[in-house]
């Protein structure tokens, strides 16, 4: 009598850690959220653009994402010299700001 009685127990055990492993597998997040693909194709007026963010390192092409004022968001190549004077002029705006990585 008491064999039996293990059996759905343990079965029972099995099957909600199992459980359980799934629900946290499917939160957890291996790679970065947002990356760029789309780059703008020429130089952004520095004076209008907001902000800026680096992508995470994680993504395939390194970029910054600048928020302009009127609240869109244009990725360009974190390697080009004006990319880089741009973060530069709106650090020089901002001096206690610091940009995130996503």
Not at 2 to 26: D, F
Not at 58 to 67: E, G, I
Not at 77 to 90: F, G, L, P, Q
Request: hydrophobic share 40%; aromatic share 8%.
């Amino acid at each position: 009598m008491m064999m039996m009685m293990k059996k759905p127990i343990v079965l029972m055990t099995c099957l909600l850690l199992v459980s359980s492993l799934a629900i946290v597998a499917s939160q957890v997040s291996f790679g970065p959220e947002n990356c760029c693909f789309d780059f703008v194709a020429g130089k952004l007026n520095k004076r209008k653009v907001v902000e800026y963010r680096y992508t995470d390192p994680r993504c395939a092409k390194q970029a910054v994402v600048f928020t302009m004022k009127k609240g869109t968001e244009l990725c360009a190549r974190a390697s080009e010299d004006w990319v880089k004077n741009i973060v530069t002029y709106i650090d020089s705006q901002n001096p206690n700001s610091t940009a995130s990585t996503n």
